[in-house]
């Protein structure tokens, strides 16, 4: 049944329209192609093993399918391979190249004996990259037909549901869906509504929904959802919580939809004094690797800022950190030392003014935070995790923005899931918008995802694409 039959017959039912009530049915689009892609990458895998079992080739192939599959996964085009315009699939399409690339020549370096001929790069290259075009081609083709689609049916009362399907439509997710909004917006408390919840089932039975959202905030609404919809629901349909369903498809926490009994039954935020360890253990070895390795980088940084503008080449500043107690952040300096005389405290923004010319290549490159291994060793921060924030912003964001202060439950981090996935926050919007990463991060955390951050991390360094 399509969307426009759909909202036809909504309107023309008189129970489904009572006075004052406003049902509106829109469309949208998501294509689930990860799968396929997953299973074209295994099989491409197995057919170089293989091939390398029967003598035909060495094991250079399957290392460097290895490796650019890696960076396919890390660019996430495993997720966007359908939804993502050209221009961003050509780019990352061809950064994971350059980068598996890279890392397979690493291993050869390492390993000699795996070094290839010229011939076999440049047919394995061509065949690792034509993976994903065709994918793409074939995918975007079946979506178009309704293959790898969902039909999902997005229901509650107020603006929440219109709200989700605006995030939808605004392109917010990596992927896209086929969702229709159902708005109750007179509430479902009024006896007048029976009627109304009993059409819901035959929506979903006629619609052929495959899922539904339940996007309502409202205890007694959301429990004669349930009730309506529980004979579905045994029938194998697929029921949702808003804030889970925006959490799959975005790898952030929606914060407008949550309430303090999600944080209380939502699987995760799991906590052990193992776990604490192995953390802190990996801390401590990684930070020593980085100064190890960046010690002559450090000190001709250092010169390079005392030489090209007044002031230390240290900048130390009070953060949030653990709990809510603060500590002195460690830095180099990439702005003028007298940046907030006159202006006081200031977000900082990716074009500010206040930055010197060094301090600018500091930040593309994010060398202006190799300091904070001193904070990571001292045990104030960790390699990853929230970033903190200045004390006065801190005040001013658990005001403005709610479940603000749940991020200090983590020790903060050099870097993190919202700067791996945003840019700099200049505004309460965007302070908002890293706080859902950083719930996310705090809901899956672990040391496999940790190590998934340091590597996008380590993507942006090398490309230049300091956030």
């Known amino acids: 049944m399509s969307t426009a039959a759909i909202e036809n017959a909504l309107w023309r039912s008189p129970a489904a329209a009572p006075a004052g009530a406003q049902l509106r049915v829109r469309a949208h689009t998501l294509a689930r192609p990860r799968g396929a892609f997953l299973a074209a990458e295994l099989t491409l895998l197995a057919v170089a093993v293989l091939q390398t079992a029967w003598g035909r080739h060495g094991l250079e192939t399957p290392t460097m399918f290895a490796c650019c599959a890696v960076f396919f996964h890390i660019n996430s085009l495993d997720k966007s391979i359908v939804s993502s315009k050209a221009s961003q699939f050509w780019i990352d399409l061809v950064e994971s190249l350059l980068l598996g690339v890279l890392a397979s020549a690493f291993l050869f370096y390492v390993f000699p004996g795996l070094i290839p001929r010229v011939g076999t790069v440049i047919v394995a290259g061509l065949i690792i990259g034509l993976l994903p075009v065709m994918l793409r081609l074939c995918l975007r083709h079946l979506a178009a037909r309704g293959k790898f689609v969902e039909e999902i049916l997005i229901v509650g009362t107020g603006e929440l549901p219109a709200k989700l399907h605006r995030e939808l ?199 202006d935070e190799l300091p904070q291994v001193l904070n990571v060793l001292k045990g104030d921060m960790s390699m990853v995790g929230p970033r903190p924030e200045r004390p006065y912003f801190v005040d001013r964001l658990e005001q403005d923005i709610p479940f603000y202060s749940l991020r200090h439950y983590l020790k903060p981090g050099i870097t993190g899931w919202a700067q791996v996935m945003c840019r700099y926050g200049a505004s309460v919007d965007d302070s908002c918008e890293k706080l859902q990463y950083d719930l996310y991060y705090a809901k899956h955390m672990s040391l496999r995802s940790d190590a998934a951050i340091l590597l996008k991390t380590v993507r942006i360094v090398l490309l230049g694409r300091g956030r």
Not at 283 to 288: E, K, N, Q
Not at 298 to 317: D, T
């Open 169 to 367: 439509r605004r392109g917010a997710f990596r992927s896209k869906r086929h969702a229709q909004v159902l708005s109750l917006s007179e509430g479902l408390a009024d006896r007048g509504r029976a009627i109304e919840l009993a059409d819901l089932t035959e929506l979903v039975a006629r619609g052929q929904i495959s899922r539904v959202v339940i996007a309502e905030m409202d205890s007694r609404n959301r429990e004669r959802l349930a009730a309506t919809l529980l004979d579905s629901r045994l029938r194998g349909l697929q029921v949702d919580d808003a804030v889970d369903f925006y959490e799959e498809l975005s790898g952030k926490i929606w914060v407008e939809a949550l309430n303090p009994q999600w944080f209380v039954y939502t699987k995760g935020f799991n906590r052990s004094q193992a776990g604490a360890f192995l953390k802190r253990s990996f801390d401590v070895t990684f930070a020593l690797l980085v100064v190890l390795l960046t010690a002559p980088l450090l000190a001709a940084i250092a010169i390079a800022i005392r030489l090209s503008s007044a002031g230390p080449a240290l900048f130390r500043q009070v953060r949030v950190g653990l709990h809510g107690k603060t500590f002195t952040i460690y830095k180099f300096r990439s702005m003028r030392h007298d940046a907030e005389v006159e202006t006081g405290p200031a977000w900082a923004a990716e074009c500010d003014e206040r930055v010197t010319k060094v301090g600018r290549l500091l930040r593309i490159f994010r060398l």
